[in-house]
């Protein structure tokens, strides 16, 4: 069903359809009109040689391009850089294109701003643990604010593919694992960024990506093919892409794998007849860093010129490195293999971009801006508050947490305790790692009059080489002989046997998840367990606070340790954020965007399934293991004592014009104040295609004073119950029976029913 479209549609056609491709860009305004006859004269005087240059994005960075030749790309009238970060290294590169290229065309810098610049904020997981859309987008427009004023236009974020295996690396760059949740997060983002439109000032261009279905890479396995069914594509995979087209942005990115069969860089279908036709985009795709290079390599394309054809013909408008549109396009024009008003098509949203953005009349960097909106009071506060808000309290036993501040010894210990470069988590290649608060070092700053005793125990490594290597160094072990390794381990076993509580800092080092970073087992990484087993075994009060981007296998830390507190990567403030967290100046209100499985076997785990043959057993389908979560998705606990106190419908029948309105109420029985998110489920009973046991239609998160009783409103449109049906092959909103609960994660209890009726 994928390839609804042939491949390669006849030239005539394939022209006239991507001609009819609108050079207006999202957020049009009345502006758009004289962009466009500027787009429509400038390229008017563009040779083919300099159109399909604008079609290109080297990467920057004397590892990739050296000075030479990045200077002469810029006089030749290159579309775009990546990896630029400097200034003033922006501001020379764009004098030269600007003065020195032909025709005066400006370069569009992008870079992968995934969450911040300079300032780090916590990693996508968990900004999507926040379940608070206006925080997101708060984030990412500060990021893209600080990422504006260093030169950086164009951010390759948001990821927004559905994740749904925690053994693959990237779960940690999206929103998880639920469409609905996905939906709002890619939307937040896209206004993060960009702001009230594509070019607003002090905003960056999105880049929403990977196009699409890249987060269910079989096995886990990055990079690897996805085989997603119509129906999964249509109601889980493409809705956070097509939330974020919806909201504007500027441009997607095409992702590396095979899509059902077809690279996502070549699939016409999807990045043209979806994409541009269904949906409307108007803004331009790149692709992924040579992924068009390698549809070859798919067994897709011939060779490197049917790659960069079929890539043109599919729809991808600029390539990300591999250079195949510069060696191969102009020919394939000139001997008429593609019409030269395809490729004036695919420039134009590229030009449209740049003058949308300012940047023909205002290219440079403003360096003394530059220095005034980097690492700011402002940023720091906002990473600060990001991570408190994201963090999320997996286990509290008898009330552990918070500690208390009068605390005369405290142990904190293990690998990522006192580790700058780990609290900042992947894809962070801009962060500066000196600028990073730890836990050990938010922890002194907290409690200044206790005795804070820090120790690794134990060090981790990936043991293998990262991708990112060059980039970011990173830290190499110091305890290599066996004897020094005992030495450390038993030295933080004693710290904590002197100690009255030890916080355990336990998880992964920031190379052990991201791009590249997927695995077979969810084990904490080395000899971490055991320094816990140690550790627990002292009978002291013991705090498990772990440092991660994706679920990971604590089932012997949920048996035997106290508390547990699950602050993902926190970014530059996350040892301020840890400490308020741990010591009850802040109360954790974070929850799970995944569902958080026993052990590796399990997954791929979700809770968006149909109850099949045999519902009550469930738990148990394996005869070796259970098949439960270790905990759900959507939880998550709080030092508060928020109860559901009931929930009530408006009306028990609704019509298919009409909105479901849901009243749950909430109380705060405890002396503290915290919040909840009240989460809303639905399931159809009957249809024609079975639908899951559960849908997530609405959150709210709320916040309680002490005592406090509030009844949260929460609005469902009924045509957010439609579907898309396998059997009718298209969107159906079909009346019939509703389940409904409301709760705090997706084992919610307080359950209603309704009836969809057919409306006017
Ligand atoms: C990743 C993209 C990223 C690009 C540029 C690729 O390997 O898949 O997500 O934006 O590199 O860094």
């Not at 960056?204 to 990055?222: C, N, P, Q, T, W």
């Not at 953005?357 to 909106?373: A, C, I, S, T, W």
């Not at 296998?553 to 699950?566: E, F, K, R, S, Y």
Request: glycine letters at 8%; aromatic letters at 8%.
């Amino acid at each position: 069903m994928l390839n609804r479209l042939p491949h390669r549609l006849p030239r005539a056609v394939a022209g006239a359809l991507l001609f009819s491709l609108a050079a207006c860009l999202p957020g049009q305004t009345a502006k758009d009109d004289a962009i466009q006859k500027k787009v429509d004269a400038l390229l008017r005087q563009m040779t083919l040689g300099e159109k399909v240059e604008q079609m290109e994005q080297a990467a920057g960075q004397p590892m990739y391009t050296p000075k030479e030749k990045a200077d002469a790309l810029a006089k030749n009238g290159i579309g775009s850089f990546l990896f630029f970060t400097d200034p003033e290294r922006i501001n020379a590169l764009q004098h030269i294109a600007m003065t020195e290229s032909r025709l005066h065309i400006p370069i569009l810098f992008g870079y992968d701003v995934i969450h911040g610049f300079r300032t780090i904020m916590p990693v996508p997981l968990a900004m999507a643990s926040s379940w608070d859309p206006a925080l997101v987008e708060r984030t990412q427009s500060m990021a893209a604010r600080e990422a504006r004023a260093a030169g950086v236009h164009w951010a390759f974020a948001p990821m927004v593919d559905i994740a749904r295996d925690a053994r693959w690396g990237r779960i940690m760059e999206g929103a998880g694992e639920d469409p609905y949740l996905g939906e709002q997060m890619a939307a937040a983002q896209v206004r993060g960024f960009q702001g009230k439109y594509a070019g607003a000032p002090d905003h960056i261009l999105v880049s929403v990506k990977h196009f699409a279905g890249y987060g269910a890479a079989e096995g886990g396995r990055d990079y690897d093919s996805t085989n997603i069914s119509d129906e999964q594509l249509q109601n889980v995979y493409l809705r956070p892409y097509k939330a974020g087209v919806d909201a504007g942005a500027a441009t997607m990115m095409s992702a590396y794998q095979n899509l059902n069969g077809v690279p996502a860089t070549g699939n016409r279908w999807l990045l043209t007849d979806v994409l541009r036709h269904e949906w409307g985009f108007k803004g331009f795709v790149v692709s992924d860093w040579e992924s068009v290079g390698s549809m070859k390599t798919h067994g897709f394309a011939r060779d490197e010129e049917d790659a960069a054809i079929r890539a043109v013909q599919a729809g991808v408008n600029m390539e990300m490195t591999g250079e195949t549109y510069r060696k191969w396009i102009p020919a394939a024009v000139k001997s008429g293999k593609i019409p030269e008003s395809e490729i004036d098509a695919l420039v134009r949203p590229i030009l449209a971009i740049k003058y949308r953005m300012g940047l023909f009349e205002n290219p440079y960097v403003d360096l003394k801006k530059f220095q005034q909106e980097t690492l700011s009071i402002e940023e720091r506060t906002a990473s600060r508050t990001a991570a408190e808000q994201t963090a999320v309290l997996l286990k509290n036993e008898n009330h552990l947490l918070p500690l208390n501040t009068n605390l005369k010894s405290l142990a904190v210990i293990g690998p990522l305790a006192d580790s700058k470069l780990d609290t900042m988590g992947s894809w962070a290649i801009h962060g500066d790692r000196r600028d990073t608060v730890t836990l050990v070092e938010g922890l002194r700053d907290s409690l200044p009059q206790t005795k804070i005793d820090a120790a690794v125990g134990v060090e981790i490594e990936r043991g293998s080489a990262t991708i990112f290597d060059e980039q970011v160094i990173p830290e190499k072990p110091t305890l290599t002989a066996g004897a020094a390794k005992a030495e450390a381990f038993a030295h933080a076993v004693e710290l904590a046997r002197n100690a009255e509580a030890t916080v355990l800092v336990l998880g992964e080092a920031q190379t052990m998840s991201g791009e590249a970073a997927s695995r077979a087992r969810l084990n904490l990484p080395g000899e971490q367990e055991r320094l816990l087993e140690a550790v627990v075994a002292l009978g002291k009060p013991v705090v498990l606070v772990l440092m991660t981007g994706r679920p990971l296998d604590i089932t012997w830390a949920q048996q035997h340790v106290p508390a547990i507190l699950n602050i993902w990567y926190p970014g530059t403030e996350g040892g301020h954020a840890a400490a308020n967290l741990l010591l009850g100046k802040v109360n954790p209100s974070g929850h799970l965007p995944v569902t958080w499985p026993r052990e590796a076997g399990q997954e791929p785990l979700y809770y968006y399934q149909s109850l099949p043959q045999n519902p009550d057993n469930t738990e148990h389908r394996y005869w070796d293991a259970s098949s439960a979560p270790l905990y759900p998705f959507g939880y998550g606990l709080s030092y508060a004592d928020i109860r559901m106190k009931g929930m009530t419908l408006d009306a028990d029948s609704v019509s298919t014009d009409g909105t479901v309105c849901v009243r749950a109420i909430v109380e705060n029985t405890s002396k503290v104040a915290g919040a909840q998110v009240v989460q809303v489920y639905t399931h159809k009973r009957a249809g024609s295609a079975a639908r899951p046991a559960r849908e997530l239609k609405a959150f709210q998160k709320v916040w309680l004073a002490p005592g406090e009783t509030k009844t949260v409103a929460l609005e469902i449109p009924a045509k957010e119950l439609s579907y898309w049906s396998p059997v009718a092959k298209k969107v159906v909103l079909e009346p019939g029976e509703f389940d409904l609960w409301a709760g705090f994660d997706a084992t919610a209890t307080e359950h209603k029913s309704f009836h969809l009726t057919a409306g006017k």
